[in-house]
């Protein structure tokens, strides 16, 4: 299918952006992903996270990124391929509802309802960063529809995570702008959401945040700061980590 047959041929970088992330936001997760619900919605959320970290690094809301000319074609082409890979999902997803044999085997999940208590911080502050990076110019109000089936819920996010491994690559200039981003929503997050949570959803498909999460674990992994004892009648319990010499005291 050619952009043109989506109806974004005349959209700039902007806009294809746009539109790419106003995708995630229309996907529902079938019943038939079960007790996998909750995890695959993060899962979703963080590659839209994502992608919209990777516009906010190279400033694409404003004069098209400021990406030279050939960078420029080759991002809104590859934008382009991720609105594709939705439109192809959607498509399948129409096959399946009609060839479905009842209703019950359309009902999809829908997040403000059935996501776990412990995932639901998770997937609003990710969803939050999100959006406040997007601007609303889509073309039209899309309404939402339903993957049936965690292959192809798969196969869209490994496609779509390979797409987004080339647009990183494609302005390598601005990847340090992207890991202060991933340092910049950790820091948002932490506090309010399951950060080992966080870790657990990016650790194979999104490396920046998983590093970014890695290090404030290990910072609040650390032993407790080294206790100096002084004075000639200690007594009683300490607990602490020395890494010198202790003087003064004896056991017993």
Avoid at 83 to 95: I, M, P, T, W
Wanted: aromatic content about 6%.
């Amino acid at each position: 299918m050619e952009a043109v047959g989506l109806g974004i041929g005349a959209l700039g970088l902007a806009g294809l952006f746009n539109n790419a992330v106003d995708c995630f936001e229309f996907v529902q997760l079938g019943r038939d992903f079960g007790k996998d619900f909750g995890t695959s919605q993060l899962q979703l959320d963080n590659t839209r996270l994502r992608l919209t970290r990777w516009g906010e690094a190279v400033h694409v809301q404003e004069n098209e990124g400021s990406l030279p000319p050939a960078e420029l074609e080759q991002a809104k082409k590859t934008i382009g391929q991720i609105l594709f890979l939705f439109a192809q999902a959607e498509g399948v997803s129409e096959d399946v509802k009609r060839k479905a044999g009842s209703a019950t085997e359309l009902a999809a999940y829908d997040p403000n309802s059935d996501m776990e208590d412990r995932l639901m911080p998770l997937h609003e502050h990710m969803r939050s960063i999100a959006q406040a990076r997007q601007k609303k110019v889509g073309l039209r109000r899309k309404t939402k529809w339903a993957l049936y089936g965690r292959g192809h819920f798969m196969a869209l996010l490994e496609n779509i995570r390979a797409l987004l491994d080339d647009l990183e690559k494609m302005v390598p200039a601005r990847r340090d702008a992207q890991r202060s981003l991933c340092e910049e929503e950790v820091s948002i997050m932490n506090g309010n959401v399951d950060l080992p949570l966080l870790e657990s959803v990016a650790a194979d498909q999104d490396p920046d945040l998983r590093e970014a999460v890695k290090k404030v674990l290990d910072k609040k992994e650390e032993r407790p700061p080294n206790v100096i004892f002084s004075g000639a009648d200690n007594r009683g319990f300490q607990l602490g980590h020395n890494s010198g010499s202790i003087s003064g005291f004896t056991f017993g």
